[in-house]
């Protein structure tokens, strides 16, 4: 059960169809009025979820080609912009506001975690967190509040030290890195995510080059079929 949190009201903005899923533009409010924009991608069966968090110079419509494919494969997936970035409210307006903006997102993502695990169909132990770039640390995180995780998807992110422990003393929780070869730090702080793991499913993949974060995606084409494929397999069964 989601830890410390008080699920959101929704407010469905659009709906769309994407292949074989209903795509909607869906708002969740926050406490202090902030209002959060995310995409939730239903698919037509399926219990597993996945919740894609953004890197910090792109916006959720980045995870859109993933989350087509995860949602194909039977999971319901939900994208969303952080506080002051993308479409979502809280925009700062003083240099203050924009060093202390991202103290504000574990709150967000505990809420959209909890939007996601209250979708009709959703079953609570089955669920994944991704996130690229300064999306890894909150992505981490979030797995740790969320302690029913069985996955973690992290593109070029930083290992932090709370993250390594928590990875490394939980076997049931799967982890899947990617990096750039010349992304030096991104590529150490994969290697360090997913060595920490014990778990025999976590995946390490090393491209060449320089991409970051989403970016990996559109320069290495094997790299969305395998995650997608791997999540599946890591999310497959009935809830623990």
């Known amino acids: 059960m989601l830890r410390g949190v ?16 209903t795509v909607r ?13 995310g995409s939730y991608f239903a698919p037509q069966s399926g219990g597993a979820a996945v919740l894609l968090l953004p890197q910090c110079d792109k916006d959720r419509r980045a995870w859109r080609a993933v989350a087509t494919d995860l949602a194909a494969a039977g999971m319901h997936v939900l994208t969303i912009d952080f ?13 203050e506001e924009r060093r202390t903006l991202s103290a504000k997102w574990p709150k967000d993502v505990d809420a959209a975690l909890a939007f996601l695990i ?10 994944a967190v991704g996130g690229a770039s300064c999306g890894v640390p909150q992505a981490s995180a979030a797995a740790q509040r969320q302690r029913s995780a069985r996955a973690l998807l992290l593109l070029s992110g930083p290992a932090m030290d709370d993250a390594r422990a928590y990875i490394a003393k939980t076997p049931g929780l799967a982890v899947f890195g990617a990096a750039a070869a010349q ?20 995946t390490l993949k090393v491209y060449d080059g320089t991409a970051h974060g989403v970016e990996l995606l559109a320069a290495n084409k094997d790299l969305q079929t395998s ?14």
């Open 6 to 21: 008080v699920v959101a009201a929704l407010s469905a903005v659009s709906v769309v169809a994407v292949s074989a899923q």
């Open 25 to 37: 533009e869906v708002d969740i409010p926050m406490a202090d009025g902030v209002v959060l924009k």
């Open 83 to 95: 506080r002051g970035l993308g479409e979502s409210g809280g925009k700062p307006s003083s240099d």
């Open 118 to 127: 209250g979708r009709q169909g959703v079953d609570s132990g089955r669920i």
């Open 183 to 202: 992304d030096i730090a991104a590529v150490q702080g994969s290697k360090d995510l997913v060595g920490a793991s014990t778990n025999p499913a976590s």
């Open 227 to 240: 995650l997608v494929t791997w999540l599946a397999q890591q999310l497959s069964g009935t809830k623990r």
